[in-house]
């Protein structure tokens, strides 16, 4: 079972990958600054000192703004 779920993850990940890598450059951006503002709007982020944001790379939503934030 524990095997299944692995490559089950595996193929999670990697369909996953696939779909953002087909992305458009507008459609990834308009993705990211959705994600960002919706992870804005959270009431916990309102009220948190710090917050520990990774830097984006590659195909990945760009994290940028949050960090300048």
Do not use: W
């Not at 000192?49 to 790379?57: D, I, P």
Request: aromatic share 2%; net charge neutral; charged share 35%.
């Amino acid at each position: 079972m524990a095997e299944a779920a692995r490559d089950a993850k595996r193929r999670l990940r990697r369909d996953l990958r696939e779909r953002v890598a087909a992305l458009d450059a507008d459609t990834a951006s308009r993705a990211a600054a959705e994600a960002q503002a919706r992870l804005a709007a959270l009431p916990a982020l309102e009220d948190a000192a710090s917050l520990l944001v990774c830097r984006s790379f590659g195909g990945e939503i760009d994290t940028h703004a949050l960090i300048e934030r």
